[in-house]
């Protein structure tokens, strides 16, 4: 069955660096866009990126371009978020979440979802 | 960007009582809508996708209909397992965007 493991949360200072890897399992890893969407305590949905089934296509939430890399590898089935300079605002749990197509059709459906991570950005 | 706004943000009901849900898109959206459950501590699950087509698994008690601006969520007859929060979210333009989310809870 489809998979979505996410990992390397944890607390950071302000100004730090984490990366976030996703594992992927269970379907064509090669067949899906890839995103990532963040939640902050007790809050709202907020998109924050999404890469293509190829990678060749990403885009970001304003809120994050420039801070935030989001790529995929194709032969390890990942997907990672390298978030830099990271904000107390940033402060959310982290899911990653395949798409039902590729990511080149302009339709963007999030149909499975991870459990999630927490990133706490706090000195 | 495009705002969505859902209405009501939050609503108590009682089992088997038929609920809507709205989502109102700040510019035309044609029909480019998801709709997903998400229940406490856990991730969120995809019901309806391009407005009103429902995902495979989902019960057929949910439906989805709109075009342009205004859409709705139905539940027809609600059951004790469809407590959660209901979030919209749009594609016809980037930043993909969400509504505030409807916490629905049973009276």
């Known amino acids: 069955q489809v998979q979505l493991v996410e990992s390397g949360g944890g607390m950071v200072r302000p100004g730090g660096s984490l990366t976030l890897p996703c594992a992927a399992s269970?379907?064509?890893?090669?067949?899906?866009?890839f995103h990532w969407v963040r939640q902050a305590p007790g809050k709202g949905l907020e998109w924050v990126a999404v890469?293509?089934?190829?990678?060749?296509?990403?885009y970001y939430a304003d809120s994050v371009k420039g801070r935030f890399t989001i790529s995929r590898d194709n032969f390890k089935n990942t997907v990672s978020l390298q978030m830099n300079s990271l904000r107390p605002e940033d402060t959310a749990v982290y899911f990653c979440?395949?798409?039902?197509?590729?990511?080149?059709?302009?339709?963007?459906?999030?149909?499975?979802w991870g459990q999630g991570t927490l990133v706490t950005v706090s000195s | 960007d495009i705002q969505m706004t859902q209405s009501p943000s939050s609503l108590s009901a009682s089992i088997g009582d038929r609920i809507t849900i709205t989502c109102q898109a700040s510019?035309?959206?044609?029909?480019?809508l998801n709709w997903y459950q998400q229940k406490p501590g856990k991730a969120p699950h995809l019901l309806m996708y391009?407005?009103?087509n429902l995902e495979t698994g989902v019960p057929s008690r949910f439906s989805g209909s709109g075009t342009g601006t205004d859409f709705t969520l139905t539940i027809s007859t609600l059951q004790p397992e469809d407590i959660g929060t209901y979030y919209c979210?749009?594609?016809?333009?980037?930043?993909?965007?969400f509504g505030g989310g409807t916490k629905v809870e049973i009276k």
């Open positions: 979440a395949r798409d039902k197509l590729r990511g080149i059709t302009g339709e963007f459906t999030l149909d499975y």
């Open positions: 269970g379907f064509t890893f090669t067949m899906h866009a």
């Open positions: 890469v293509s089934y190829e990678g060749g296509n990403k």
């Open positions: 510019q035309d959206i044609t029909r480019y």
């Open positions: 391009e407005a009103s």
């Open positions: 979210q749009q594609y016809e333009n980037f930043p993909l965007t």
